[in-house]
């Protein structure tokens, strides 16, 4: 009935209404915390995608932040979020290893230094003077979680941007005319499937907004119904592997891969 089909089970076996679900996923800490080990993503796709005994070690005892996520979600919340790029605190220190650092990570959980501020900045300023990357934002809701079910799993996503009919991601690269390369490599495909999924946005009305952190080039790339495809196959055939190794517990120490060179 439509009540049932308005509620999303999770991982856990717990049931959300999927309205009550999406308000609950405006919060970083229920998003990132809760939903990490209770939905799939993009990202437990790729991981999965890659390497089940990953995915297993990341659920269990989470990763440590890269530098390029930092950057990342500095370069996103510059543009999307600068009140919460205002409010991070700010070290000025040389190195992440001196004595003012360590400390202050202790007392506030969550610190940057002033150079990576003043990246950010540089990244954010240089895309903002950029007509055709501000049209991207036009119109547009950012930071937009959504939940659903995707070959009966729950899946959890949130849009950079979001307008009608519109998913725009954001992206910094080091090579921004390798970045077509870069996407595939990287998973982004199953990024623009997972998406358009649980957005209900056709791939041709999804892009991406590309900064290059050295060159400060910016570049806006369109999705073709082959990157599209090929984000649907991985996304489906790593489903399958979550159901054979922690849904029927398949014996993950026997994993294998096989093939021929």
Same mark, same amino acid.
């Given at each position: $009935?439509?009540? =049932?089909?308005?509620?999303?089970? *999770? ?6 209404? %999927? ?13 990132? @915390?809760?939903?990490?080990? +209770?939905?799939? !993503? !993009?990202? !437990? ?5 890659? !390497?089940? =005994? ?19 979600? *500095? ?21 992440? $290893?001196? =004595?003012?650092?360590?400390? +202050? ?9 002033? =150079? ?7 990244? +954010?300023?240089?895309?903002?003077? #950029? ?7 036009? $119109? ?11 070959? &009966?799993?729950?899946?959890? &996503? %949130?849009?950079?941007?979001? &307008?009608? $009919? %519109? ?15 870069? +996407?595939?490599?990287? @998973? ?18 999804? %892009? ?5 952190? @050295?060159? *400060? ?11 599209? #495809? ?30 021929? *060179?």
């Amino acid at each position: $009935n439509r009540f =049932k089909m308005s509620e999303i089970t *999770l991982l856990n076996g717990e049931r959300f209404k %999927k309205d009550t679900l999406i308000d609950l996923l405006r919060e970083d800490e229920f998003y990132y @915390g809760y939903m990490a080990k +209770a939905a799939l !993503s !993009s990202s !437990s796709i790729k991981m999965l995608a890659t !390497s089940p =005994k990953r995915y297993k070690f990341v659920t269990d005892y989470g990763s440590p932040e890269s530098q390029p996520l930092r950057d990342g979600w *500095l370069f996103h919340t510059a543009i999307l979020e600068p009140d919460v790029f205002n409010d991070q605190i700010f070290v000025d220190v040389q190195s992440k $290893n001196t =004595k003012k650092y360590k400390e +202050a990570l202790a007392e506030h959980g969550k610190v940057f230094t002033q =150079k990576e501020k003043r990246d950010a900045e540089r990244l +954010a300023d240089a895309f903002l003077r #950029n007509e055709q990357a501000l049209r991207l934002l036009d $119109n547009s809701e950012f930071e937009v979680p959504a939940c659903g079910m995707i070959g &009966g799993y729950p899946f959890r &996503g %949130k849009a950079d941007v979001l &307008g009608k $009919n %519109k998913i725009v991601d954001l992206k910094t690269t080091t090579d921004i005319k390798g970045f077509p390369y870069s +996407a595939r490599k990287y @998973g982004y495909d199953i990024q623009v499937y997972i998406y358009c999924e649980l957005f209900n946005v056709p791939y041709t009305e999804f %892009k991406f907004g590309v900064m290059d952190k @050295g060159t *400060l080039d910016i570049a806006i790339y369109d999705v073709s119904e082959d990157f599209y #495809n090929e984000g649907k196959r991985k996304t489906h055939e790593a489903i399958e592997v979550f159901e054979t190794f922690f849904v029927h517990g398949a014996d993950l120490d026997n994993y294998c891969l096989t093939g021929i *060179l």
